[in-house]
């Protein structure tokens, strides 16, 4: 079981940055794949960025492509938090974005659809002023 809790939103103008951090609660956090998604009203959930462990001490990042560049996610094992760090934002970057956490293969990429996480936080609000 993992409990996850988003902090880090607010309000950030076009070309500023947000730093969101997600904090794991248990004591396998480590064994867990990590993703960061988005939701505006009306639509989908959209994967934005995920962590996953190779099996060894590497880990492999992924990004959906519009955020490549811009954002980047990180996770600190020992202090069990997941971070994505946003810069440029734009308008369209506002949503309310969640973590997420599940475990997967390491022999496969990550997924990006929502249905295959299996805990999430309550989601921080980001909005991006033109």
């Known amino acids: 079981q993992v409990q996850l809790e988003e902090s880090g939103g607010g309000l950030a103008q076009a070309g500023g940055s947000l730093r969101l951090s997600c904090a794991a609660s248990?004591?396998?956090?480590?064994?867990?794949?990590m993703g960061w998604f988005r939701q505006v009203p009306g639509k989908e959930r959209e994967f934005v960025a995920g962590i996953k462990s190779s099996g060894g001490r590497l880990y492999y990042t992924y990004y959906l492509d519009s955020v490549k560049g811009r954002f980047t996610i990180s996770r600190d094992n020992a202090e069990n938090t997941v971070d994505l760090q946003m810069n440029n934002l734009k308008p369209e970057d506002t949503a309310v974005y969640y973590c997420a956490a599940g475990r997967f293969s390491p022999m496969k990429p990550l997924p990006r659809s929502d249905r295959e996480y299996n805990y999430w936080g309550q989601g921080t609000q980001v909005t991006v002023s033109s």
């Open positions: 248990g004591r396998t956090f480590s064994t867990y794949a």
